[in-house]
């Protein structure tokens, strides 16, 4: 009999060397490191991040403790985990799975606060981190869709087990507590959909709480206490009946094909296929669906020197799932009329002024930061953006035709593929944010930057916190 979903994890995972990685795994889990180690420095200035870090400080202070990114302070284990995810999520500058998805606001603040207090090095946290994103981005792979209608929050759902396996890898746990660590974690994770429906805020506290709960899973595991149920994730009652609704792959929804997935390759080629080399970088502080329409919009007018005033229509095709946000059982606007905010929003400001901004970076347009409050956009938004969702289509690949007054009609696309960055590659776009870098600007992200180029010679990962915190 094959060994069940968790066994195969917890088996490669436990055995997984710095060694095992492919260079360009390792090029890409640098350049993670750095997304958010820089998205961390933006969110510390931010009043919520403050307000958490008091709170932590509070609560769970702990002088022999973590360090919380940017403060400086000591909390616990499991404190400095939040604070240092909740300043991560807060600016949005992370990377992106799928829809709905962005592991390294739980996966990150697990791998720096688990490597500071077990000293590791950082080839450690290096193959920590490829262990615990392969899982979150293979489990979530083609069930998101399917998760999201069931009214969970598909984010913290896959991320509880994916950060339980980095602490616990980072704790050097055996094969037998990484099954634990990943079986508790299945059992702690949580996140419901309503408040993106309804516009509530408990959102906030999802991928912060999916850290915490999965560092809280490898401490418990470590203890040696618990035995994991074999089958936690495909069982009858396990993990994947409760969040996609059925234990043998059956889905609701998918993004395109069948609506069965194969559970064969949640792990086919662990290993040898890395599926963490299909994370994209939100650059933009809005959600992961609207990046590549900017990007086009923007390539689009630039190659064909677009007067925007002069344009008839701008039609954009999208994945339907793309315009059911946040579910595609519970959209919080079903026929997802042009506002203010919706992708078609962000279409027409890319077009109208020529970029969007990016986290930190420059703006665009008359009306400086104050994105909303400029009507030329709302009036193009309004009248000139139509947006067709399409079945069996790419996810987050659009493709778009702007016709002009003149009849003349331009056509264009932006494939998911190009979102796909190497270290340098993102490199290259992160420092539009280095004049207002808050600690130092250009020469302190150019710091960070050439810093997160030698993690693997790091003999303990001290240099990479010491850098969030201002001189």
């Known amino acids: 009999m094959a060994d069940s979903i968790a066994r195969q994890f917890a088996k490669w995972s436990a ?50 403790g973590a360090t919380i990114l940017v403060d400086g302070g000591k909390a616990t284990r499991i404190g400095a985990t939040y604070a240092n995810s909740e300043m ?11 829809m709905i998805t962005h592991p390294g606001v739980s996966l990150i603040p697990s791998g720096i606060v688990n490597a500071e207090l077990e000293r590791a090095t950082g080839k450690e946290l290096i193959t920590a ?8 981005t293979r489990m979530a792979d083609d069930l998101v869709p399917a998760t999201a209608a069931r009214g969970f929050r598909p984010a913290p759902i896959y991320h509880t087990m994916g950060a339980a396996v980095i602490a616990a890898k980072l704790m050097k746990l055996d094969e037998e507590g990484m099954m634990s660590a990943i079986a508790i974690a299945a059992n702690c994770t949580s996140g419901l959909f309503e408040s ?17 709960q999965g560092v809280f899973a490898a401490l418990v595991a470590r203890e040696g206490h618990i035995k994991a149920s074999e089958q936690v994730i495909e069982g009858p009652a396990g993990f994947l009946n409760a969040f996609i609704g059925s234990h043998t792959g059956e889905l609701s929804y998918t993004f395109e094909g069948p609506l069965q997935a194969d559970l064969g390759k949640i792990t086919e080629g662990l290993g040898k296929r890395f599926e963490l080399m299909n994370l994209m970088y939100r650059m933009y502080d809005n959600a992961g669906y609207n990046h ?26 999208i994945n339907y799932i793309e315009t059911l946000y946040p579910s595609p059982k519970f959209p919080r606007e079903p026929a997802n009329p042009p506002r203010v905010g919706a992708t078609h929003w962000y279409v027409a400001h890319a077009l109208v002024n020529g970029g969007f901004p990016q986290v930190g970076g420059p703006t665009y347009g008359p009306t400086g930061d104050d994105l909303k409050a400029d009507k030329k956009v709302e009036e193009f938004t309004l009248n000139k ?14 493709t778009a035709v702007i016709r002009m007054k003149d009849g003349t009609a331009y056509k264009g696309e ?11 590659g993102f490199v290259d776009q992160i420092k539009k944010s280095g004049p207002k870098y808050p600690n130092g600007g250009v020469a302190g992200l150019d710091s960070l930057i050439a810093l997160c180029r030698t993690v693997d010679d790091m003999p303990n990962i001290d240099a990479l916190i010491k850098a969030t915190i201002p001189a």
């Open 15 to 64: 055995n997984l060397k710095y060694e095992d990685l492919p260079p360009e795994v390792v090029d890409k889990v640098r350049s993670l490191i750095l997304t958010h180690l820089v998205s961390a420095v933006f969110g510390g200035q931010m009043k919520a991040a403050k307000d958490t870090i008091h709170m932590v400080k509070q609560e769970e202070g702990k002088p022999d």
């Open 414 to 424: 932006y494939p998911y593929s190009r979102l796909l960055w190497d270290y340098d």
């Open 196 to 212: 993106g429906r309804s516009g509530g805020g408990e959102t906030g506290v999802h991928d912060p709480n999916a850290a915490r």
């Open 129 to 136: 981190l490829a262990a615990g994103y392969e899982l979150s």
């Open 385 to 398: 953006v139509t947006i067709t969702p399409a079945t069996d289509f790419p996810m987050f690949s659009p």
């Open 88 to 98: 991560i999520h807060l600016p949005g500058l992370w990377d992106q799975y799928r």
């Open 292 to 317: 590549a329409p900017i990007n086009l919009m923007v390539e689009m007018r630039e190659k064909h020197h677009i007067d925007p005033d002069q344009v008839e229509e701008v039609i954009l095709t």
